[in-house]
């Protein structure tokens, strides 16, 4: 307790009025209207959403400013793109010949290094695949910045002769390269004929077959997209059934080497049907015979060469 | 009466309409609290058995959502004395509820305890010309009661009819389709003063609410409070309110007696205010914290501190025994029970089966009372607490809750009252036009 009490008209506290608890009449009726559902979800949700779309509408209503904009965006996303972790800075190709290296090299869209935004791979891969000598190819961007395609390139299996050139196929008959002669491969077989390069398989197997008198063998004609003809040296050939000319094809190699068939004067062997093998002669066998039965000679052309005139 | 009738009706409508919307708002305006209730009706009963509350009268289809209380003001003796005050209350409870509730109020009943209720009991009795008793005879025999003359300016609250009965087969619920030459009905009939209920309808206007119904509070507090077997066997509640103590009679699920006792809670506070030179707000914390009506002699010793705000510092800290503040209760109590007493003895409550009474009210917690009151009133006493409803706080469930409570159990399931049945169509009003339609109607 202080000695002297100070009475005078404090600065302390002016007395504090008791508020009325009662809300007042506009507040109560403002409350009221807030809890109204469909105003308060207008004021909620519609309110803001209207003014956003409203704000957004007239600052994009300028066309310098969406120009504005759709730069930033697009620096922006070029600023992302060609960050030094998405650059490609090389390609590495594994398994192709140095023709197709450098093919796929120029079939690259853009100039390395580049950013792997800017390489589309699968576009690339069916770019490639378009060429003839790739069989499949494997591509991908590794860590590193590297572009790594595994090439596997298709085997040169035959050659095929037809109007238009001479091609290489690989083992299904799918095109490899054209060559200009056949002297630049001289180690494939030949095939020739429309349709020949459908019947490829076929014809590696009558190669195959046909072991003994390889040397011999000039190659296959395919005749009528149907049936093939074994073409040997000297003009010989062999006619070989539709179906079954593996084996038909046996079977003359063995009367080859039984009886020396194709080392004797014979133009043809006909085993279209394989039940009735045809030989035809030729033309000096046919003389020899004719002079020894004592008949007029044929000449080259097969015709009777009148007495009179020789 | 027609007019009434058709107010009513009219309350009636906004009632359903209210339970279509799914929202409807309780209004107890007592003399010392206003409450408010929030409820949700979704018609089908989905909150069951939470909190052990089951489907015992009818109060599963709905849900409190918001409550809450708040002093009264501008009230005296349950009427409406300072409109502004009592629209100012309205409206802070309104907006406390709505606020815990979040959704808004637009219809609300309300119930009052003033007005000085009268109760008639009105008998009619019409001949069954088709010998059998449909919605229209029913109807009839109600129009038929012969009212007596209320008095000036008195309105009509509840018009309940009691019994029926078909020639001498009484105490029927339901008679329709009872074959029979003669139709009696027992109606009673609540009447308060006219300008009070005015006075309330204004108040709730100028709050923009819209009035759906109009109970009177011990009404209301005895739906609440008595259980069903004692609704059905006859029982009085007495609902010791803080402007007056209202007293019900029930029998048979029917309100048969409703009275008033113009003494309250507050009248004990005035008189703990002057006989301990006190102001009233510590009269009320005295009376509510320290009150009792039955003095031991530890209550001599029970020293209390006065306390209080009056700046004379010898003033408060005076202290005062719980004897002191018994002797000045106890007097008070006694001659409000003495009071109830009288009512019921005018009632004939003597002469019912079952003399059980029901305490409830605020009033009611003051320890002791139900001693007191088995000497006064008679030996069957309880201190009623109201039914539980579902979603109702904790502390709401206090007996002060009751009336709220009832009007709650009101809203749901109104009891069938006069209005509720088609005016018989000869004792319209000449409305020409539409009785040649009724009659174009029913001949072509």
């Keep these: 307790m202080p000695v002297v009490i100070d009475h005078r008209p404090s600065k302390a506290e002016a007395p504090r009025v008791r508020r009325d608890p009662a809300p007042s009449r506009l507040t109560y009726r403002l409350q009221r209207m807030w809890l109204t559902p469909l105003y308060r979800r207008v004021v909620r949700v519609g309110l803001p959403a209207f003014l956003l779309a409203m704000l957004g509408g007239l600052w994009l209503a300028d066309e310098d400013r969406r120009a504005a904009l759709t730069g930033s965006i697009a620096s922006v996303v070029t600023d992302i793109q060609s960050r030094d972790e998405f650059q490609v800075r090389t390609m590495t190709i594994e398994g192709a010949s140095p023709v197709v290296e450098r093919a796929l090299r120029a079939m690259l869209p853009v100039d390395l290094p580049a950013s792997s935004f800017d390489i589309d791979l699968p576009a690339l891969r069916l770019q490639v695949m378009q060429l003839d000598a790739v069989d499949t190819i494997d591509l991908r961007i590794k860590p590193g910045g590297i572009l790594s395609a595994v090439v596997k390139e298709r085997e040169p299996a035959i050659l095929w002769r037809h109007q238009r050139g001479i091609e290489i196929l690989d083992r299904g008959g799918h095109r490899v390269a054209s060559v200009t002669s056949r002297e630049v491969r001289p180690d494939l077989p030949l095939i020739s004929g429309e349709g020949a390069d459908l019947m490829t398989e076929e014809a590696l197997a009558l190669f195959d077959a046909a072991g003994p008198i390889l040397p011999r063998v000039r190659g296959l004609v395919r005749r009528g997209e149907r049936r093939w003809d074994l073409v040997l040296d000297f003009g010989q050939r062999i006619m070989l059934p539709e179906t079954g000319a593996v084996v038909a094809l046996e079977a003359a190699i063995a009367l080859d080497r039984a009886e020396d068939m194709l080392g004797r004067d014979i133009s043809t062997v006909d085993l279209r049907d394989p039940s009735r093998p045809v030989l035809r002669l030729g033309i000096d066998a046919r003389n020899t015979i004719r002079t020894a039965r004592g008949q007029p000679m044929l000449d080259a052309d097969g015709r009777v060469i009148a007495e009179n005139e020789g | ?444």
């Excluded at chain 2, 009336?403 to 169509?425: I, R, T």
Aim: aromatic letters at 6%; hydrophobic letters at 40%.
């Design chain 2, 1 to 444: 009466m027609a007019e009434l009738y058709q107010t009513q009706r009219a309350m009636r409508n906004i009632r359903r309409a209210a339970l279509q919307r799914g929202v409807i708002g309780i209004l107890d305006i007592g003399t010392s609290k206003i409450a408010c209730l929030v409820l949700r009706f979704d018609g089908t009963g989905t909150f069951r058995e939470t909190d052990g509350i089951g489907p015992m009268a009818g109060q599963v289809n709905f849900r409190v959502i918001g409550a809450a209380s708040t002093r009264a003001r501008g009230m005296r003796r349950g009427e409406i004395e300072t409109m502004a005050e009592t629209e100012r209350a309205i409206r802070t409870v309104v907006a406390a509820a709505q606020k815990l509730a979040g959704v808004r109020v637009d219809h609300v009943i309300a119930c009052l305890s003033g007005g000085r209720p009268a109760s008639y009991g009105l008998a009619g009795e019409i001949t069954l010309a088709s010998g059998k008793v449909g919605d229209h005879e029913v109807a009839s025999v109600l129009a038929a009661c012969d009212a007596p003359d209320f008095g000036k300016n008195r309105e009509v609250l509840h018009a309940q009819p009691v019994n029926f009965a078909v020639d001498n087969r009484s105490g029927l619920p339901d008679p329709r389709d009872h074959v029979g030459n003669k139709l009696f009905c027992d109606m009673h009939v609540l009447t308060v003063d006219g300008d009070m209920i005015g006075n309330l309808v204004q108040c709730i206007r100028r709050c923009d609410l819209e009035l759906a119904g109009i109970a009177s509070a011990p009404y209301a507090s005895a739906r609440a409070s008595l259980v069903e077997d004692e609704q059905e066997l006859g029982a009085a509640c007495v609902d010791f309110g803080g402007g007056g103590t209202g007293v019900t009679v029930f029998i048979k699920k029917h309100m048969i007696f409703s009275d008033h006792v113009p003494i309250g809670g507050n009248l004990i506070t005035q008189d703990i205010a002057q006989g301990l030179r006190v102001g009233l707000p510590v009269a009320e914390r005295l009376k509510t914290l320290n009150g009792g009506v039955e003095a031991t002699g530890r209550d001599d010793r029970d020293m209390i501190d006065v306390g209080g705000e009056t700046g004379d510092w010898e003033s408060d800290r005076r202290q005062v025994s719980r004897a002191d503040v018994i002797g000045v209760m106890r007097p008070r109590v006694e001659e409000i029970l003495e009071n109830v007493r009288e009512v019921l003895d005018a009632a004939g409550f003597d002469h019912m089966p079952s003399q059980q009474i029901v305490l409830t009210g605020g009033g009611s917690q003051i320890p002791g009372l139900d001693g007191l009151a088995a000497r006064i009133l008679g030996p069957n006493i309880r201190c009623g607490r109201p039914l539980r409803i579902d979603g109702l706080a904790h502390q709401l469930t206090d007996p002060s809750f009751s009336s709220a409570v009832g009007l709650a159990l009101f809203a749901a399931h109104p009891q069938d009252e006069w209005w509720d049945f088609e005016m018989p169509a000869d004792s319209y009003p000449a409305r020409s036009i539409r009785r040649a339609y009724r009659w174009f109607k029913n001949n072509w």
